[in-house]
């Protein structure tokens, strides 16, 4: 995997929702509170993180034909 592949799964990894992020709504601000926002907000960090799989999985692809390729 080269290096611009494993920077994509680290973010992919970073950006999947965890509690460890803040210990309660005061670190967050008040409207952490109301579930419309945390609802909206980890469905965003759910899309990012999809996106950013689709976008490793399309370097990997392109990587693979690439050697395949060159092989061939």
Known sequence: MGKSARAVAGAILLALPCRAWAHGAEELG???DVPAY????LTQVVM???VSALVLGGMLVRNALRRRKERG
């Open 30 to 32: 008040h409207h952490w």
């Open 38 to 41: 945390r609802a909206e907000m």
């Open 48 to 50: 990012m993180a999809g």
